[in-house]
């Protein structure tokens, strides 16, 4: 709501203001008149009645009903004049900033969302309209901007795959391609891709516009760090980058109110985000902590960092810092969407800071715990993984900061 400065007045007040101002008119000119002609009536018609005799009541009559009617008739007639023209002017104040917006209205309607609404000067109610079409015509042209951007991106990741798959299919129609395993491996693969490409879109696009299903159950945060570092560390060994889960034992115990799925989807995209990201020998770090009745889960590589100027486009959809090497690595280009859109689904953030390019990133996000009081689950330590990626359980007296590696 707009904060108007003192003394602006709004639609009401403007009009109860005219309609005073037109009562005040025809009353102060109801009393010039009988101030100004009465008393003159009265004096003509009493000096005829006094030499008339016993005409001089019927004359005081007369003088009455002259006077009365003249200033009755020539307030209305001011009243009428008066009230004519402040509606006038009312009508064609409000009236132009109505145009104003019914132009603008059209010209959003045709798709021309550079159309803005200047302000009426017509009170607060007038203004908070104007105020509220503008946002609405800017944030229309944002999500067609996007929609435009998602599109041309939405087309250049299907192009790739799709054109592998027409080439494999003319190469086994020409008899120049192979149909052996490797061949129908390729083309599986690029299915799945676009498979996945499809899935991601529509969950990113569910969570955005609410619609994502969810099944929320009190779950230690342990066993969620715990799953998502298990799943991952196949794929971290096959790299040979070494995963690194620390996790607080008040934050390992501690319950979130969660859908398990999609939270291990969070963590799953993040771990896959930091290994695409980093090196051969690098590290990445899987962490766990309590932050003021907030848990803070959060991934650390070593990999190639961010510029600043990316860092605040990250979780936009199909949005690369680097286009060339991430569609290269095959992401699908919403990953860091759908773990924005989950997490707000939960009541938390996400954020990425990275000291520069060279120097690692860190995404963290941060999640309110259930909001139930109970019991803490007891749960086991999480786990760690060994130098082949099998899970493996820390020994008694480990400590709470777990680590491993793969």
Do not use: C
């Amino acid at each position: 709501m707009r904060l108007e400065p003192p003394g602006s007045w709004g639609l009401g007040p403007r009009l109860v203001a005219a309609t005073v101002a037109v009562i005040l008119v025809a009353g102060a000119t109801a009393w010039i008149v009988a101030a100004a002609i009465g008393p003159a009536i009265f004096h003509e018609h009493l000096v005829l009645g006094a030499t008339a005799g016993s005409a001089v009541a019927r004359h005081a009559e007369e003088a009455f009903a002259t006077a009365s009617g003249l200033t009755l008739a020539v307030a209305l007639l001011v009243a009428l004049v008066t009230s004519v023209v402040m509606t006038t002017f009312l009508t064609r104040r409000i009236g132009r900033s109505l145009r104003r917006m019914r132009q603008a209205a059209g010209r959003v309607a045709g798709g021309d969302y550079s159309a803005r609404v200047p302000e009426p000067g017509m009170g607060p109610e007038f203004d908070d309209l104007a105020d509220a079409f503008n946002a609405m015509a800017a944030a229309l042209s944002t999500i067609e901007t996007t929609r435009r951007r998602m599109l041309g991106d939405l087309a250049h990741e299907m192009r790739t795959p799709l054109a592998t798959v027409d080439a494999y299919l003319e190469g086994l129609q020409d008899g120049v391609v192979e149909a052996d395993e490797a061949t129908w491996a390729m083309l599986r693969d690029q299915i799945g891709r676009l498979a996945r490409l499809g899935e991601d879109i529509s969950l990113v696009t569910s969570a955005e516009e609410g619609r994502l299903s969810m099944r929320r159950v009190p779950v230690p945060v342990a066993t969620i760090v715990g799953t998502a570092a298990a799943q991952a560390s196949a794929r971290y060994a096959t790299k040979n980058v070494e995963l690194e889960v620390a996790v607080e034992d008040s934050a390992g115990r501690t319950l979130l109110d969660a859908d398990v799925d999609r939270l291990g989807q969070v963590l799953t995209n993040l771990l896959d985000n930091a290994l695409r990201h980093t090196p051969t020998g690098g590290t990445v770090r899987l962490a766990a902590r309590s932050a003021g009745g907030r848990v803070n889960v959060s991934v650390a590589d070593t990999g190639e960092g961010i510029a600043p100027e990316h860092l605040p486009h990250l979780f936009e959809r199909f949005y690369r810092a680097d286009s060339a090497r991430d569609r290269a690595r095959g992401g699908s280009g919403v990953g860091l969407a759908i773990v924005r859109s989950i997490t707000q689904a939960h009541g938390g953030t996400v954020t990425a800071k990275s000291p520069g390019p060279g120097h690692g990133a860190t995404f963290t996000i941060d999640l309110p715990v259930a909001p139930t009081p109970g019991r803490a689950i007891p749960t086991p330590d999480p786990p760690t993984t060994t130098a082949t990626g099998a899970p493996r359980t820390p020994s008694s007296g480990a400590g709470s900061d777990a680590r491993g590696k793969t």
